[in-house]
């Protein structure tokens, strides 16, 4: 089954808004924390931000501190990735990641599918 359903990507012009969101399934337990990568073309994909369900601490990429917040509906399994003042440089797939903890391995990484943002004028 699909463990990560990601929505929201899209084309915008530069200086437009985009809203991400990433729902886990049920069946994922224990998460630890859920965040957002993306990977640019040409590039390697790199971390954009985090937030602990726990305690709701949240962790943001300098590259898109004060443009990009990052939150979560605990009760829905839910992240979202509000995403202002874009540019050219945002253009990437964005992928879900959820950290979950299993007893016998550790940390679990799962990945949502990916979603397209391209922002061009």
């Known amino acids: 089954q699909v463990q990560l359903v990601e929505s929201g990507g899209g084309d915008v012009q530069p200086g437009g808004s985009l809203r991400l969101s990433c729902a886990a399934s049920r069946s994922i337990f224990d998460i630890r924390q859920m965040g957002w990568y993306r990977q640019a073309p040409g590039k390697q994909r790199e971390f954009v931000a985090s937030i602990t369900p726990g305690d709701g601490t949240t962790t943001v990429a300098a590259s898109v501190k004060g443009r990009f917040t990052i939150s979560r509906d605990n009760a829905k399994d839910t992240v979202y990735l509000q995403m202002n003042s874009l540019n050219s440089e945002d253009t990437a797939i964005y992928y879900c990641?959820?950290?979950?903890?299993?007893?016998?391995?550790?940390?679990?990484?799962?990945w949502g599918q990916g979603t397209q943002v391209t922002v061009s004028s």
């Open positions: 990641n959820v950290v979950a903890h299993n007893q016998r391995k550790g940390p679990v990484n799962v």
